[in-house]
């Protein structure tokens, strides 16, 4: 907070997990001083600096449930959830994340993330009947006696992979994609679900041989970045091949091909390329300048 | 398959993505020659190897859901959605997973994840309208036309980590900890479910403070597994601290506290120790045996 008494835009949210179970403490915060996420749907109002802004509980819907995403010092900081679930196209939530702040990414991802899956999940999955908000936000449920089950937000974990194959005379190539009805001449690293029993490394492995029918040998995580579009977990990795006969999954992709390093450094230094590169603030992006450092 | 016909215990499961949403290849592997995991609630059958067994489809309650796990070789696998969720206790689960075979663990975790999930979503959780079973049973869909929703099986990353402190003399120390109501002298590394907008290195920090009170600076990936128990991607870390007062969560943990190199060493050899290790199929005993051999 400034010396002023107006919040700062930008502040490092503590999670707080010890409030989300206390009931006194969880009623103390949403006082005066309590600050509310100013979304329009999912979609969150900035500054000029691209920080969020916030106003005060008061501006909720009087029936709205109301999230708890942590503190600020010592405010709680909220967010509310739609009154039904929010439909937000690509572009629109694209011009959000493109003017976000970058060190707003994780507050806005997982206020996002949270107030969907809850406007998602009003009644329960197991019995049907309805479910009600708990633990601040953090768990939703069954009002059913007989049922009671509990149910916790998701984050899906996803594999991102860049995929290198290495020539006889050292040079480099790179594996990209573009997934159907992508804008433009967008190129960009394969990616896919991780589905249950599977390791990160067997995900990569298998999503390259299903998309690209290329085998995957040595797999290498190299970072991770939440991605709220709706919940996802991006699990950025790189894997060498020597495989070079790519065959497209066109249910999946619209094509698929191996790019040289020149390819690649002409692209993400920003001059027209051959293709265009990811945005800057995906973890594709990241994977791809990662792959030229050959870290 | 072996050449007499019957099929080998061991054999590599082929997701076979493609099949899913073909409901005519669906239907042509639910013939004679498909397969049916031998399942009690979640627990499987195995045999003196510790495979899995499998039966026929006609084994199936009629009125079963059946899940497609995926192909051995050109026959379908399947397993069957118990009629209502089943609890399963930590010690039946642990049993059946100290017999498992290393190389079945994949298979089962996700059968087991999948017809668990299933049988927990039998309901629409954004209208409360019944759900049926989908693309081989990789979806449920809302039956209500005005809703319409699809749902996924759900995968929760939790982060899982080994924790370690540099003394002056150079000597390190690791931190474990003993979750409430742990059986006998079992400390294990700290553990947490990653939230969303977190990345997988913040949620390691995170949880490392909130669950013993101490800062983490540099955090490294260093293997994953799936934990089926119900549905978890356990993401194996390491992280260095240079913090030693440790305060513990007693709403998590009964204790944590630091284990010096000679300790561990002697509890991982199997001798009688300080404590008890973690098992040797959870991913918590391969990271106590990478910070041994300092991987």
Same sequence: chains 1, 2.
């Avoid at 507050?107 to 949270?114: E, K, P, T």
């Avoid at 860049?162 to 394969?190: F, H």
Wanted: aromatic share 8%.
């Amino acid at each position: 907070m400034s010396q002023t008494g107006q919040p700062t835009a930008l502040f490092e949210l503590d999670r707080a997990d010890h409030v989300r179970a206390d009931p006194d403490a969880l009623s103390e915060l949403m006082g005066m001083r309590a600050r509310l996420m100013k979304l329009h749907g999912l979609t969150p109002e900035l500054d000029d600096n691209g920080c969020i802004k916030w106003g005060s509980l008061t501006e909720a819907d009087p029936d709205a449930e109301l999230v708890f995403l942590g503190l600020d010092g010592d405010r709680g900081c909220f967010a509310a959830v739609p009154k039904r679930p929010v439909q937000v196209q690509r572009g629109e939530f694209m011009a959000t994340i493109t003017r976000l702040h970058d060190r707003q990414f994780g507050i806005y991802a997982g206020a996002r993330s949270l107030v969907d899956w809850h406007a998602r999940h009003r009644f329960c999955a197991q019995c049907g009947a309805h479910t009600t908000i708990g633990k601040g936000g953090w768990q939703r449920n069954c009002v059913n006696p007989d049922c009671g089950a509990s149910h916790f937000p998701r984050t899906d974990p996803v594999t991102i992979m860049t995929i290198e194959r290495r020539e006889e005379d050292g040079s480099r190539r790179l594996l990209l994609g573009r997934g159907l009805g992508w804008p433009g001449n967008l190129y960009s690293a394969l990616a896919g679900f991780v589905e249950p029993g599977e390791t990160i490394e067997e995900a990569v492995r298998r999503e390259v041989m299903e998309e690209a029918g290329i085998p995957v040998a040595q797999v290498r995580y190299l970072a991770s970045q939440a991605w709220p579009m709706p919940s996802q977990l991006m699990l950025g990795c790189t894997g060498v091949t020597f495989h070079e006969h790519i065959v497209v999954d066109r249910t999946e992709l619209e094509d698929a091909r191996w790019f040289s390093e020149e390819q690649v450094r002409e692209v993400m230094s920003g001059r027209p390329g051959l293709f265009e590169a990811p945005p800057r603030y995906a973890i594709a992006h990241k994977l791809l300048r990662m792959w030229l450092e050959k870290v």
